[in-house]
């Protein structure tokens, strides 16, 4: 079965602190990791994938096959990265369905 | 470029009834995908259309169907409404098909209430 979690619903830190956004998984076969990120009355857009291996906006994010996981870090939070955070899958290659996690509430207090 | 735009923003309808929400897909843009949020969840995959024909449906009843057309803007029906079916429905649209990590782009959503 598909399935991605992200254990936290939310996450509050203080500007300047590092963050990590929890994604683990469950699939069987290659899939594609992505971030998706939701910013206050905006559209849902996309943040990064596992395969472009990029820094969007100082986040980065790792995936561990080992561990089954996608975790979504930055070094040094910005009040602008306060958003709703999606971590999502699909099978590689494919354009098919995405899989969402329920999200992680992310709040950076000034 | 003209991003994805859905209309109705909002709507409210009642137990029983059928609606109709619709999605113009993004300039250049040939597959649309259906998703349905709940309040508290993320994105759940109803079905992809790509060149109106229906490609992939996730785990939702036949009461919910969809069209897609020549100029690829695509409608999701949704008959017998329950309770249950409350959420922000959201529409992707993504590029070409057979391409290779292709992203897909979300837009606003629409805001359906059932009472």
């Known amino acids: 079965a598909q399935r991605v979690t992200q254990p936290e619903k939310l996450l509050s830190v203080f500007k300047g602190a590092p963050v990590e956004l929890k994604c683990n998984y469950s699939?069987?076969?290659?899939?594609?990791l992505f971030w998706y990120v939701q910013y206050s009355r905006q559209r849902l857009q996309l943040l990064l994938r596992?395969?472009s291996r990029e820094s969007i906006k100082g986040f980065t994010a790792d995936l561990n096959k080992g561990e089954t996981s996608f975790h979504l870090k930055k070094p040094f939070a910005q009040e602008e990265d306060s958003a709703m955070y999606y971590c999502?899958?699909?099978?590689?290659?494919?354009?098919?369905?995405?899989?969402f996690g329920k999200g992680t509430k992310l709040t950076v207090n000034p | 470029e003209t991003g994805v735009t859905q209309s109705p923003t909002h709507l409210i309808k009642t137990r029983g009834q059928q609606v109709t929400l619709r999605c113009s897909s993004q300039s250049g843009h040939n597959t649309v995908s259906w998703y349905q949020q709940a309040l508290g969840q993320g994105p759940q995959f109803i079905f992809q259309y790509y060149r109106e024909e229906e490609n992939g449906r996730g785990n939702f009843p036949p009461r919910f169907s969809g069209l897609q057309f020549p100029n690829y803007s695509s409608e999701l029906n949704v008959n017998a409404l329950e309770l249950d079916d409350s959420a922000l429905y959201l529409c992707?649209?993504?590029?070409?098909?057979?391409?290779?990590?292709?992203?897909?782009?979300f837009g606003p959503g629409t805001r359906l209430t059932v009472l």
């Open positions: 992707a649209s993504s590029p070409r098909l057979a391409i290779v990590h292709n992203e897909q782009f």
């Open positions: 999502a899958l699909r099978r590689q290659g494919g354009s098919e369905k995405l899989v």
């Open positions: 596992h395969i």
């Open positions: 699939y069987s076969g290659s899939p594609e």
